[in-house]
């Protein structure tokens, strides 16, 4: 193929050219908007914008009031799992839970606020999947920023019609069962709140939460901290988890295959990946490395449609 003529090369680098030499240009916002002198948003009722925010938003809350998941947390071990979860079962209706205005938990950084992202290999695999640019460095990769990473995949979880982000919403509780048979607790969904009214419990008057049933809770919430590792504080809290191990001190080579190795069904319903599940294992922690993330929450994935499928042959599908 013939190599760009110059004009070519310069429409890339700059449309408006072609523009001034009066063939027809390819048409960009700055094409478009020239004369802001007579510029004009189409009419608006503030009633209008309401409206189109509170229906679609009170149609979800109906619609994903029965999930068949929800994960709590959406950080990079959370929406990874969602990202294999929604593209592997576009049947299946995943509503992810996000205490932050904001999803993405601690992936917009490197580690220390420095920009880029180390992933040791075979994480990588993951990065060609979603489409993440990086450099080769043998060992490991490293994306040149985290914010590249986790926007990529939020993007990506994002369009897929069959996840609903409900951020800036905690998991206050957890929806429990017992086995009539058994006893055994099992999780069934979880309880929800505005993250600022759950922050407000102890200095208002009672505000009661919601609910949304499911047959498997994915809880990737991240370590310890004011929000953090709650379903496995929750589960042990009320019988569900034997005990907890509490996240262990810095250690990469060891951290990173414990928790791909440790990402697992804790208690009927309930898989826990990420860091939270170095709360459960007492695992170390790994610092500013994230293939642990992103393959905690493939294998997560494949954890939840394992026990989704064996609640549906139980039948207990319906909670
Ligand atoms: O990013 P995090 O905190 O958790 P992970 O497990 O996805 O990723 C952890 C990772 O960023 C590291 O910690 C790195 C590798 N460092 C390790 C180390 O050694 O320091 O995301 C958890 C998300 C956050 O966005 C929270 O806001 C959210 O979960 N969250 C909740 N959302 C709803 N309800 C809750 N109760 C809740 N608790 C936490």
Same mark, same amino acid.
């Given at each position: 193929m013939a190599p760009p003529t110059q004009i070519e090369t310069l429409v890339q680098e700059s449309p408006r050219v072609i523009h001034l030499s009066g063939s027809p240009a390819p048409s960009t916002c700055l094409d478009q908007f020239g004369d802001w002198e007579n510029f004009k948003f189409a009419p608006i009722r503030e009633s209008i914008v309401s409206r189109a925010m509170t229906k679609r938003y009170f149609a979800d809350l109906d619609k994903y009031a029965e999930s068949d998941i929800v994960v709590v947390g959406a950080g990079s071990a959370g929406l990874s799992a969602v990202y294999v979860l929604a593209k592997t079962r576009p049947d299946l209706k995943i509503a992810v839970i996000e205490a932050? *205005?904001?999803?993405g938990g601690g992936c917009?950084? &490197? &580690?220390?606020?420095?920009s880029a992202m180390v992933l040791r290999k075979p994480a990588d695999a993951f990065l060609n999947e979603i489409g993440v640019a990086y450099d080769d460095e043998g060992d490991y990769v490293v994306v040149k920023h985290a914010a590249l990473f986790m926007s990529t995949l939020l993007s990506k979880v994002l369009n897929f019609p069959n996840v609903k982000l409900f951020n800036a919403?905690?998991?206050e509780d957890l929806i429990t069962r017992r086995d009539p048979a058994t006893g055994e607790l099992r999780v069934a969904g979880v309880v929800t709140n505005w993250t600022l009214v759950t922050m407000h419990h102890d200095d208002h008057s009672c505000m009661d939460p919601n609910t949304i049933n499911a047959s498997v809770v994915l809880s990737s919430s991240g370590h310890d901290g004011p929000f953090g590792a709650f379903s496995a504080k929750r589960a042990h809290a009320i019988g569900g988890l034997p005990k907890l191990g509490g996240m262990r001190g810095l250690d990469m080579n060891t951290a990173e295959d414990a928790i791909v190795k440790g990402t697992?069904? *804790?208690?009927?319903g309930l898989v826990i990946a990420g860091m939270e599940i170095a709360e459960v294992d007492g695992s170390n922690r790994m610092g500013p490395t994230f293939g642990a993330m992103a393959l905690s929450g493939v294998k997560a994935a494949e954890e939840v449609l394992r026990v989704y499928e064996e609640r549906k042959k139980q039948n207990e599908y319906h909670g």
């Open positions: 932050n *205005v904001s999803p917009w950084l &490197g &580690g220390q606020l420095f919403t905690a998991v697992r069904e *804790v208690c009927p």
